[in-house]
Every structure is written in structure tokens, then in C-alpha cells.
């Protein structure tokens, strides 16, 4: 990504000097001895797994976009037969 400065430089900060990252932008290290960084398959499965744990807790909660659906057809329902009654 290039940012403010000479053709060819790198900037991440918007508007910051060439070639500086910021604090968030770092990679991050492992987080502990031993630990190795995951590749994205392996962090997709885990979360998945992590998923499944939880639904058979019972902590399952439905997302707020299939409420909202849901509603929405519930609502229009009852609109189309009041006017096309």
C-alpha cells in the first residue's frame, strides 16, 4: 500500500511519515512458549469447534439479522392479509 511521500514508499499510518507502522499494524507474536502460529485453515476449524462447544452448552443464541427476518415476514404477513381481506 503506498501512502503520502515519494513514489515507491510504503506509508500504513494515512498521512504518516513513509515506512512507519503503527502499534496496530504490528504482527502479532505467539502467545506463549511453545505455542506456534496457526494458519488460517487450522484457526477457521478451532473456531468452529469452539462453535459446536458452545451450542451443546446450550449458550446457542440466534443471530439478530434471522430475528429481524423473521419478524419482518411475520409483519408483512399480517399486512397482506389485512389489505387482501
Request: proline letters at 9%.
Amino acid at each position: 500500500m503506498t501512502g503520502v511521500g515519494s513514489p515507491g514508499t510504503v506509508s500504513v499510518v494515512p498521512g504518516g511519515p513513509p515506512g512507519r507502522l503503527s502499534g496496530a499494524m504490528m504482527p502479532t507474536e505467539p502467545a506463549g512458549p511453545g505455542s506456534e502460529k496457526q494458519s488460517w485453515a487450522e484457526r477457521r476449524r478451532q473456531k468452529i469447534r469452539d462453535e459446536i462447544e458452545r451450542n451443546r452448552r446450550g449458550e446457542y443464541t440466534v443471530p439478530t439479522w434471522a430475528l429481524a427476518l423473521a419478524l419482518a415476514l411475520v409483519v408483512g404477513a399480517w399486512v397482506a392479509i389485512v389489505v387482501f381481506a
